[in-house]
């Protein structure tokens, strides 16, 4: 007789606990156990760690799985249980994790695996084969494949042109795992709830008024936080205005220009004055002129808001970094084909039409930020990087828990945010002049032009020639986390595929990436994605992207949305009137005409407010709620990834200490591990 000692350890998320009665089954290469209740007097209760002993007539062999099983209390008692792990001690002294972190609902069964990660041909013997295989299969109908000829059902075309997402309407139909906890969406609709009803309670969220004047706005500033108080004093000076493009909400427009476009015939008497006596083709050898093409908006037309048209511009913005390492805005033409009402802005200009066409540029920010950077390129790719992992990657795969912390209510956050934000009746759709069609038609160039390179931001980064400009925090936080998250992958990675060869034949891996980048992607072979992978190298490149899109990334363009957002004349989600077509007519009044009247305003910070806020139920990248290892060297490539996640967070602290506005967005302890707001 021998005895295995069993520990199971109850969730601590709301109403984890069950009264249930749990039966639990070893499967061994050699023999399996008898199926065993888990004692039901005392029951799971919620945080709870409960410890038994299951006789056996002899060893067991090597333990593959254990199976659970949940029948009603009395035939009539039952709800679910969530399970975080269970650990067996061995008669031989061996200690093995089986992760869970899923729900068990009454008379289901699970099946778990250990902790101990294997590549599909690595996983020899039969029982596990059978095992790794039936479990795929289940992900593959809980995620779309229907049946054993693989049908794919699980992706939904949102919009032709664009990555396709997961075929749900409604969170609810996903799987409980992957659905936000209680607490999560308990304060999400929370704070939600408070912000409608202090709208309503102000009576300025159907104000169809304009604003009397900028510093009115000051009344609805309901949090003060510095960057906000920075924006509200300095949004209007040409050096904020610069800094934006390097550390702002979108640090990803701006390149060094070597040649003017040919549309944008700015010339050497136009920027005497800021230039000091040198010439734009001077200063372009020198590195030092820089260009923000909107050309992705160009011939876009305006949502109707609240019944009125509103105007969109795709700007060419040419800008020079001084001597002293300021990035400054030097000529501003709003629409894309120069003629004689449509001029190019100067510094030089009066005042009100300087201020007038940076406010446009700001507002073609808003469109391509929100649409491009934001949505498509970080939520909309971390969705497809999740169904593709859930469908094609099983639990032992050590891709798969490499992943997972980093699939977090990605799925619920997106489903939530097609049905409220850019939908028909969403609050883009309602409040942003780039709602409506041309949302989808954005939404779809964005899509063709988008590149591997583009995702990788060493490669991003030496495109757009920018790696010597002083001041890019952005930039310099960023590689130094990209460097870190590529660390761990190498190393992780390299412990299982030990040469090229185990990628080729990894057929989990293979079919992963095929899906990526057929469904992601669309198949196109000039985006640069990889529709296989042939070598150890490629892997690695490529997860490391994965990472860093759903986490450092989305961080980098979503965190600050109300820091930058708040104030409405630094990012206005839509403009009422056109770009002028001539100088010296525009004024104060004409401004104020020109931005969002008072209820677009309020409604519209409200939901920058809403997609900036962290909740309680988040996990800081590094963090790994989830124990899914228990073998010593990923735990300890683990231990190494948070003590460079640490350093970096110092460094940045101390960085910061000297800046008159900090940048805090790729400090490690503000990057979620997932895309979860």
């Known amino acids: 007789m021998v005895i295995y000692t069993v520990k199971a350890y109850t969730g601590k998320r709301h109403l984890a606990g069950t009264t249930s009665l749990i039966y639990i089954q070893l499967r061994g290469t050699e023999a399996e156990s008898e199926e065993q209740n888990l004692n039901p007097i005392k029951g799971f209760w919620q945080g709870s760690e409960r410890e038994f002993k299951i006789h056996c007539e002899a060893s067991l062999g090597e333990l593959i799985a254990v199976k659970l099983h949940s029948k009603p209390l009395m035939g009539l008692l039952h709800n679910r249980w969530f ?10 002294g061996d200690e093995i994790l089986f992760p869970c972190y899923c729900w068990l609902d009454c008379k289901e069964r699970l099946v778990l695996r250990p902790a101990k990660a294997s590549l599909v041909f690595q996983d020899t013997n039969p029982i596990a084969q059978r095992q790794r295989m ?3 299969k289940e992900q593959q109908k809980l995620f779309g494949f229907v049946g054993s000829t693989l049908i794919q059902v699980g992706w939904r075309v949102y919009a032709k042109g664009t990555p396709q997402v997961i075929d749900c309407d409604t969170p609810l139909t996903l799987p409980a795992e992957v659905q936000f906890s209680y607490t999560k969406e308990t304060e999400f609709y929370s704070s939600a709830g408070k912000q409608l009803a202090a709208l309503m309670l102000t009576g300025l969220a159907n104000s169809r008024k304009s604003w009397e004047s900028i510093h009115q706005l000051e009344a609805i500033l309901c949090e003060r936080v510095k960057t906000i108080e920075y924006c509200q004093e300095h949004w209007d000076e040409d050096e904020f205005f610069g800094y934006q493009f390097l550390n702002g909400l979108n640090p990803m427009m701006i390149q060094r220009c070597s040649t003017l476009p040919e549309n944008f015939p700015v010339t050497d008497d136009m920027v005497k004055d800021t230039l000091r006596g040198s010439s734009l083709e001077q200063e372009m050898e020198k590195g030092n002129i820089f260009l923000s093409d909107y050309e992705m908006l160009d011939g876009l037309v305006g949502n109707v808001v609240s019944g009125r048209q509103q105007y969109l511009t795709a700007p060419l913005v ?7 390492g300021m990035m400054l805005p030097i000529a501003i033409q709003l629409r894309q084909q120069p003629s004689k009402d449509n001029p190019i802005f100067l510094p030089t200009d009066s005042k009100a039409d300087w201020i007038l066409a940076k406010i446009f540029v700001r507002n073609a920010e808003f469109g391509v930020h929100e649409v491009n950077f934001h949505l498509l390129r970080t ?3 971390a969705e497809v990087f999740t169904v593709a992992t859930l469908r094609n990657l099983p639990s032992p795969h050590p891709l798969y828990k490499l992943l997972f912390p980093h699939m977090r209510y990605t799925l619920q956050i997106n489903i939530m945010a097609r049905k409220q934000l850019i939908s028909k009746d969403g609050a883009i759709s309602k409040y942003a002049g780039v709602g409506g069609k041309s949302l989808e038609k954005l939404l779809k160039r964005a899509t063709a032009s988008l590149t591997y390179s583009t995702l990788c931001l060493p490669d991003n980064i030496s495109e757009r020639g920018l790696e010597t400009v002083p001041q890019y925090y952005y930039r310099d936080d960023g590689m130094k986390l990209w460097d870190i998250i590529n660390k761990l992958v190498a190393a992780f990675l390299s412990l299982y595929y030990q040469h090229d060869e185990h990628v080729q034949k990894d057929t989990e891996l293979q079919r992963w990436i095929s899906e990526i980048f057929t469904n992601g992607f669309l198949g196109r072979d000039s985006s640069g994605i990889p529709s296989s992978f042939q070598t150890l190298k490629e892997l690695i490149k490529f997860v490391t992207m994965v990472i860093f899109t759903a986490s450092a990334q989305h961080a980098a363009v979503n965190s600050g949305q109300y820091d930058f957002g708040g104030w409405m004349p630094n990012y206005p989600t839509a403009l009422r009137k056109p770009p002028p077509k001539e100088k010296g007519q525009t004024t104060e009044d004409a401004i104020l ?5 008072v209820g677009t305003t309020v409604n519209g910070m409200a939901v920058l407010k809403l997609l900036s806020k962290d909740s309680a139920d988040h996990y800081p990248l590094g963090h790994f709620p989830e124990n899914l290892h228990d073998e010593e060297v990923p735990c300890k490539l683990i231990g190494d990834f948070q003590k460079d996640l640490r350093e970096l967070s110092d460094l940045i602290e101390k960085r910061n200490k000297t800046l008159e506005l900090p940048y805090t967005y ?9 895309v979860a707001i």
Do not use: A
Request: contains cysteine; aromatic residues 2%.
């Open 83 to 92: 399970c975080d792990k269970i650990l067996i001690n061995t008669p031989e």
């Open 134 to 136: 039936r479990q795929l």
């Open 318 to 324: 040419l800008l020079y970094c001084n001597p002293h």
């Open 379 to 381: 939520h909309l790719l």
């Open 593 to 597: 005409e020109t931005l969002p009247d």
């Open 666 to 674: 790729l400090n490690p302890k503000n990057v979620d591990n997932s």
